[in-house]
């Protein structure tokens, strides 16, 4: 037996050896021969194996080469060539292969009809939209099949649980397909039932529930609850599913299951890029952020939540990069009696450096918050809040600055993604109320319009526009005594903004020490285009267009005056987010110029 065992590992070790002595191959070019209507560029976007590009390469695997070939076919598939066949081949010479894909493209068939039968609760163009099918386009198989999921779901929101397709394409010179829809009965809800919940559990998740017995299900009213159900933050997880029969029944029952965290309390971290407020007269700039919490998930019992975060930022943006420091207590409830508002008492202790003085003495801001949100999605919201907060300069003002107001802030996200958005859209109002009968040092009323689009384009490529209003009215000139430390006036210049100006400085003023300080206004009028499109692997492009203008109430609803940049920048692709780096020049003057380094995109 140590005979049999050693002569293993003499195997072994002569087998790793020889194996470790062959050289690697890496890809240095791949070749495609017979594709007539699609371009090289565009097959080569489907591939894994790539060609080398600046220091990365890659290493070549047969299998691999053959899952390729396999997402060309693919690929020539969904843009109408039905009968397509690739086939694969490479030849390695030293360490260096080259890969070929000889493509028989055959016919391309266009869709020239389509017949929708049996839908009552959906439009044909909802359908029709929903899978891609388009007259006179290329028939696309692949998205039929892939979207049919998403349309039975589409279905759901409509109490058809039961719906079945039935699609077939006529194929001769172009095709002219039939979807037959059978939609079933309208299903209700005839019992709810909790599974696997402790007793004392069932009133905190079904008070959740905005369903009850005999209502339609619908699949919003799921999602709702499941998302209400997790805000509590008593639960991990939650499932609500429906219990089928046959196809011919009406009323289901609706299983209900939680899973509760196993430890009520919890200290827990979390980091990343971040987009940091500075303050309401900013733009949000780009940074790091660490956090280390302390959280009881329920506070005697209760479902009242309390916890102490203390985290630390680094804004990236220059002469503001110095880190700054918080400490928060939370004690937060979705209910308040038997109303839910969503409910959190903050109190604040935040330490920091003024813009542009970081030799100066820290910054002291605390104060308390009540704020109420009502969610309406993964990231759209509504919230209302009251802030008091006191701001403390140690031997620069003789008064502390004292301030209270009620912020209104809305927000409509219906991007595809928080980072890296490709279509959708954002629309987000805040209203701030300064002063008046809240009292405090200041009294003035501020709105903030913002709005951003995002279009996919060819190629993964993305066209990205924002446009930004702000308008403060009632300030007071006895308010500029604070605006160095509060910056409540609307400012322009920088990576998020105004690219080819420093921030925070597209208008300048000498104070009475004869130092630049940046001016600001009570108006201001932003608009960037982006275009983002991919360069290779995890490196990306932007071509950029900043417009931008601060002014007094004369003048502030006329574009003229607008000042301009263009620029270019590098962006990588990382699990936290887009790095990226902007170069940007002024329209009016090319030789002034900035860049700027800055994570997550500009907006």
């Known amino acids: 037996m ?249 009323a289901i029952t609706v299983k209900v299951q939680v899973k509760s965290f196993k430890d009520k309390r919890a200290i827990q971290s979390d980091g990343g890029f971040d987009k940091i407020e500075i303050s309401d007269g900013l733009l949000p700039v780009p940074g790091l952020g660490g956090n280390l919490e302390w959280l009881n998930r329920s506070l005697f019992g209760s479902s009242n939540r309390l916890s102490s975060n203390i985290s630390a930022e680094l804004p990236l943006e220059e002469k503001f990069n110095y880190p700054r420091m918080r400490i928060d207590a939370n004690l937060l409830n979705q209910w308040i009696g038997p109303v839910r508002i969503p409910t959190r008492l903050k109190g604040f202790f935040h330490l920091f450096k003024n813009f542009a003085n970081l030799e100066g003495p820290f910054i002291l801001r605390y104060g308390a918050q009540i704020l109420t949100i009502h969610k309406f999605g993964d990231r759209s919201y509504i919230d209302f809040s009251l802030k008091w907060e006191k701001f403390v300069e140690p031997e620069e003002i003789i008064e502390n600055v004292e301030q209270r107001k009620v912020d209104i802030h809305y927000r409509l996200d219906k991007t595809n993604h928080p980072f890296f958005p490709s279509k959708g859209s954002i629309v987000s109002v805040r209203l701030n109320g300064i002063g008046g009968i809240l009292g405090g040092n200041r009294e003035f009323i501020k709105m903030e319009i913002d709005g951003r689009n995002y279009i996919s384009l060819f190629t993964n490529s993305v066209f990205a526009v924002r446009g930004n209003i702000g308008i403060l009215k009632g300030w007071d000139e006895n308010d500029e005594q604070y605006e160095h430390i509060l910056y409540d006036k609307f400012y322009l210049g920088g990576s998020t903004n105004l690219r080819a100006w420093d921030p925070l400085e597209f208008a300048v003023e000498t104070d009475s020490s004869g130092t630049t300080v940046p001016k600001g206004e009570t108006h201001r009028i932003i608009i960037n285009t982006e275009f983002r499109f991919p360069l290779y692997g995890l490196f990306g492009g932007v071509l950029f267009l900043d417009g931008g203008k601060l002014s007094n109430l004369h003048d502030w609803n006329s574009f003229t005056g607008m000042s301009w940049d263009s620029g270019f920048g590098f962006t990588i692709k990382t699990p936290l987010g887009p790095v990226r780096l902007d170069y940007a020049r002024q329209m009016s003057d090319p030789s002034k110029w900035k860049i700027h380094l800055g994570v997550l995109y500009a907006f």
């Open 2 to 250: 140590i005979r049999i065992k050693a002569g293993l590992w003499v195997l072994l070790v002569l087998s790793n050896f020889g194996w470790s002595a062959q050289p690697s191959a890496y890809v240095t070019k791949v070749e495609f021969h017979g594709n007539a209507s699609l371009k090289a560029k565009q097959l080569l976007s489907v591939l894994e194996l790539q060609e080398p590009w600046l220091f990365s390469y890659k290493e070549f695997d047969p299998r691999i080469q053959k899952l390729d070939a396999i997402s060309l076919k693919t690929y020539y598939v969904s843009n109408g060539f039905l009968a397509a066949s690739v086939r694969d081949s490479f030849t390695i010479e030293e360490d260096r292969a080259t890969l070929y894909y000889t493509i028989n493209e055959g016919k391309q068939y266009l869709l020239n009809s389509i017949d929708v039968r049996g839908n009552e609760a959906i439009s044909d163009d909802d359908i029709t939209d929903q899978l891609g099918l388009k007259i006179g386009k290329p028939f696309n198989p692949v998205r039929i099949n892939a979207e049919m999921p998403a349309l039975e779901e589409l279905y759901q929101h409509h109490s058809k649980l039961y719906v079945s397709f039935d699609f077939i394409p006529d194929i001769k010179d172009s095709v002219n397909a039939v979807l037959k829809v059978v939609e079933g009965p309208d299903v209700s809800i005839e019992r709810i039932t909790f599974v696997e919940i402790d007793s004392s559990d069932i009133a905190l998740v079904s008070r959740e529930l905005v369903f009850e017995p005999e209502d339609y299900y619908t699949k919003k009213a799921i999602d709702d609850s499941k998302r209400r159900i997790l805000e509590t933050g008593l639960f991990s997880s939650s499932s609500i599913v429906p219990v089928l029969g046959t196809p011919t029944d009406s």
